[in-house]
């Protein structure tokens, strides 16, 4: 994002969406959108208590959209991005929202000098972002009050080779994991699927019509490197189809 006279410029990526600036007429990025959009409803309806945190808030959209549905909880949206928590407090305000700029492998909240505990802790897609997602799960859930419950979600098929961004694939099973060592277990699930966009998939433009524009050639330049890597890739294809799946859980003990 660019920064000029103090108003934020958001340009759309496979790391961010921002709802406000997206083109009504691109089709991909609506659906992607709607994608997003589902998931923190889904969340919404299963929240416990009334102090709630939504780590890798992004541009604040989601945490904005259970605060408005929530009145009587206290929600807290935390980024790494300074850029996108501008953003989020210039287009998503609310009475029980604010947000701050963290990090979720090592955030802690203080009010009043003391430390702060949460009954909900929420991180969508964010796992699959960082270098050692156990570390970053065993550490947010110390974050929990006691019956405190943990919604988040991950890409259960292969996104490593297409997003830049993306440093972990993960299945059904090795998501579990992550929670399960701190002797959390799912209950309610969500699962979705998006088909996949092919096009533009090989463009070299460098304007992007469509967030998927390009993903193709990262798929190349990956296989190439990690040419064992296909193995998972062919699998999934093969059993789930030419798609995406996402899977949203809440873990509790």
């Not at 947010?140 to 961004?165: C, F, W, Y």
Request: charge should be neutral; aromatic fraction near 10%; include cysteine.
């Amino acid at each position: 994002m660019d920064l000029q006279q103090d108003k934020i410029i958001a340009k759309h990526s496979l790391e961010r969406i921002y709802p406000k600036q997206l083109n009504q007429d691109e089709k991909s990025d609506n659906e992607v959108l709607t994608i997003h959009l589902a998931r923190y409803q889904f969340a919404s309806q299963q929240l416990m208590g009334t102090q709630i945190l939504d780590i890798a808030c992004g541009c604040g959209y989601g945490t904005a959209l259970m605060a408005e549905a929530h009145p009587d909880k206290q929600f807290i949206g935390v980024d790494l991005d300074p850029c996108a928590v501008k953003y989020a407090r210039d287009h998503y305000q609310g009475n029980n929202l604010r947000y701050e700029c963290g990090n979720g492998m090592d955030f802690t909240c203080e009010l009043k000098g003391e430390a702060h505990s949460f009954d909900t802790i929420i991180s969508l897609e964010t796992i699959e972002h960082v270098a050692e997602p156990k570390k970053m799960v065993t550490h947010l859930l110390t974050q929990l009050r006691e019956k405190g419950v943990m919604i988040a979600s991950v890409p259960t098929t292969p996104t490593v080779d297409g997003n830049p961004h993306h440093l972990h694939d993960f299945t059904v099973s090795s998501f579990y994991r992550l929670f399960s060592a701190a002797n959390y277990r799912p209950a309610e699930t969500f699962e979705q699927i998006q088909y996949w966009e092919f096009t533009g998939l090989f463009s070299k433009k460098e304007s992007k019509e469509n967030r998927s524009q390009g993903v193709g050639r990262n798929i190349i330049n990956h296989y190439l490197k990690k040419p064992s890597a296909l193995f998972f890739r062919v699998y999934s294809i093969v059993t789930k189809g030419l798609n995406n799946r996402y899977l949203t859980a809440v873990f509790s003990q």
